[in-house]
């Protein structure tokens, strides 16, 4: 494992087991919302209302979470256990955060552009691999997908400037 | 023997030659997604989903379609115990327990041995699980023709309280992930009435969400957030497969027959009864322990340890399609995404599939035979290949896979907010596999959340709100029955656990 300040915990078990019940208590609070604005009774007719079968799911989410919720605050510091370590989140962090700007990426200069970038990046910053290397894979990779999805198998697949520019829309 | 006859049918369906070429290349993809982390079965199954939408428009399309995919699935299990024999890193959920006996095999040197015992037992396994549907699919598939929706909705719960008794999650969180699960597939347009529910005013939420993107991020990304968490270095036994060794190794193998038919049988049963392939690998791992001879031997690289948990993952892998072609009820992750392929091509699962697409149904069950046999010959020929997969290093492959993921979040709807939802479905499976929430229920309530519901509101229409129509007669009172003992069988197993005092 990391050592030193890496290796310090960013977050408790216990602090996240807590943080998720409570936004499972939330969506669970939501789900019963929406279904007594629906009606959580019973209509001739039709049956049970829309409302019904969401509001037991619900409550279901609600029940659920309190108990875990309850059971983690009864933890006892020996056994929380660190969640995350600092090392460790700054290690799924540099991925996520990529990964995110690249998914707002598609929608903007297309897949392929975006995931050449995001291919490249990656290749460049984490692996430390020379310029040549990385142009190589991240091309490689973006022409492999035009040829195994568009062309074999006739998928479209989201394109930008550039592409329409190369005449490939 | 009319089984025997339609089988030979469809082996005239599945024996062509485009198919063949397809059940190759779809267990050469199935394996090597299973060795590569952050691919499996599931989504694996679900971002190539796409690629058979134009395949499955051609007269007897979908069949190769089937085909295709279900043999990724195959080779998915097959590829799993790659992973961990020789880099002790599971590749698969359902080849953790392979990893107790196969790694410290491989230490030893004996890594073609574990390597030969696995694959072969899994082709055992499978072929038992095969050979159960073949012969058991067609009984319940005319027995659930007389199915009503008070029948349908008990099978349904069945399955979601065969979870909570059966996972080894909390139950509490067993529920809040199945329920959350159930929310979501609630999402968009009442299937009863047509009212809008949850959609909170978005016009993106009107259709609701899609499992598939549920499956992509919720395996795919959130697998990947995680392996990196444990660093990267994947150090590796020597992959060296020789026919002395396979040889050698099917000479040793018959010795542990009695194990392969336990192993066989509880797999069989975690598959058809939604328990899926992970816990049937563990329970088939310690029923070996406990009654093999060299029991206490497990854990130091015994053979053996490697044949119960393999034989069971590939049966009940495979018999998890029993329930999903003759019921429409999946018992598996993979089964479900392979239930949402078979509707998107136009097929409606369950008990008429037997009766309107025997050809579809039958070629299936034969290449189920084919692609097993063709899957053994590809891994036993090829280790050392998928083995360099797993050296290539992380900083290249993971963005590579990142990048397979969008794709086929993408391809489903050909939708960007897709994309936008598999990262934040990646984001939950993180946290829900290290807080121990199970993400198999959840999926499972995606895919049949509607259909739940609209049985129990059809049922509760019938009866005019009487819940006894759930214990009307013996099948569907005995179900019901059954998935309650199943449901509160964590409470019961705590309560004996006080009475005796443990």
């Known amino acids: 494992m990391i050592e030193g300040r890496e290796g310090r915990a960013a977050l408790r078990h216990k602090s996240a087991e807590i943080a998720l019940a409570a936004l499972f ?19 001739e007719v039709h049956g049970p209302r829309p409302g019904y079968f969401p509001f037991y799911v619900g409550l279901i989410i609600c029940v659920s979470a309190v108990i875990t919720f309850v059971r983690a605050l009864l933890l006892r510091a020996e056994g929380d256990k660190t969640f995350v370590q600092v090392g460790q989140l700054k290690l799924v962090l540099t991925v996520l955060i990529p990964t995110a700007i690249y998914a707002a990426l598609i929608g903007w200069i297309g897949i392929y552009v975006s995931s050449i970038l995001f291919i490249g990046f990656f290749m460049r910053w984490l692996g430390k691999y020379p310029w040549w290397k990385v142009a190589a894979v991240s091309l490689g990779a973006a022409v492999v997908f035009y040829l195994i999805f568009e062309a074999w198998f006739k998928v479209p697949l989201p394109k930008g400037l550039v592409e329409s520019f190369l005449g490939l829309d | 023997m009319d089984e025997i006859q339609a089988l030979a049918h469809g082996f005239g369906v599945a024996l062509t030659l485009k198919n063949l070429l397809l059940m190759f290349t779809g267990i050469v993809l199935g394996v090597i997604i299973g060795v590569l982390p952050g691919l499996g079965g599931a989504n694996g199954v679900a971002i190539l989903l796409p690629l058979t939408f134009s395949m499955a428009q051609q007269p007897g399309g979908a069949t190769s379609a089937i085909i295709l995919l279900s043999c990724i699935y195959w080779g998915a299990l097959f590829g799993g115990a790659i992973t961990s024999i020789l880099f002790n890193i599971p590749g698969e959920p359902w080849s953790v327990a392979t990893t107790f006996d196969g790694y410290p095999l ?74 959350t699960g159930f929310a979501l597939a609630a999402v968009g347009t009442d299937p009863v009435t047509g009212t809008l529910r949850l959609t909170f005013g978005s016009v993106r939420l009107l259709t609701g969400f899609d499992f598939l993107v549920a499956v992509i991020g919720l395996f795919g990304i959130g697998e990947i957030l995680l392996t990196l968490e444990e660093g990267l270095a994947f150090k590796g036994a020597s992959a060296k497969l020789n026919l002395k060794v396979v040889l050698e190794t099917w000479r040793e193998l018959p010795k542990y027959w009695l194990t392969s038919i336990r192993s066989s049988a509880v797999g069989c049963f975690m598959g058809i009864v939604p328990g899926g392939a992970t816990p049937a690998s563990f329970m088939s791992y310690g029923v070996a322990r406990r ?212």
């Open chain 2, 291 to 502: 009654f093999s001879k060299d029991g206490d031997r497990f854990g130091t690289g015994q053979v053996e340890g490697v044949v119960a948990p393999e034989t069971a993952a590939h049966a009940a892998g495979t018999s998890a399609l029993l329930p999903m072609i003759t019921l429409g009820v999946p018992g598996s992750p993979t089964a479900a995404v392979l239930l949402g392929g078979l509707m998107i091509w136009g097929l409606q699962p369950g008990p008429l599939l037997f009766i309107e697409q025997k050809d579809f149904v039958w070629g299936l069950i034969a290449s189920m035979y084919l692609g097993n046999i063709a899957g053994l010959i590809v891994v036993l020929t090829c280790v050392p290949l998928f083995a360099a997969i797993l050296r290539v290093p992380f900083s290249v492959i993971a963005p590579i896979i990142m990048v397979v993921c969008a794709i086929g979040a993408y391809t489903i709807h050909n939708a960007i907010f897709d994309v936008w939802m598999m990262v934040v479905f990646g984001i939950a499976g993180y946290l829900f596999k290290k807080l121990q929430y199970p993400l198999a229920p959840m999926v499972l309530a995606i895919v049949l959340g509607d259909a739940t519901e609209s049985s129990f509101r059809q049922a509760m229409l019938v009866s005019q709100g009487d819940m006894s129509v759930f214990f009307s007669n013996s099948l569907v009172g005995s179900l019901t029955g059954l998935a309650l003992i199943l449901l509160f069988w964590p409470l019961l197993a705590w309560t004996i656990r006080r009475i005796r005092g443990d």
């Open chain 1, 25 to 43: 208590f939330f969506l669970g609070a939501l789900v019963i919302a929406d279904s007594l604005r629906l009606g959580v009774g019973w209509q």
């Open chain 2, 106 to 179: 491989a230490q030893q040197g004996r890594a073609g041995n574990a390597l030969t015992a696995a694959f072969t037992s899994s082709f055992v396994g499978a072929l038992v699980a095969v050979i159960v549907i073949t012969f058991l699919s067609p009984v319940i598939a005319n027995f659930a023709l007389a199915f009503g929706p008070p029948e349908f909705f008990s099978v349904y719960l069945l399955t979601f309280c065969a979870f909570v008794g059966t996972s080894k999650e909390p139950p509490f969180k067993t529920l809040a992930a199945m329920m």
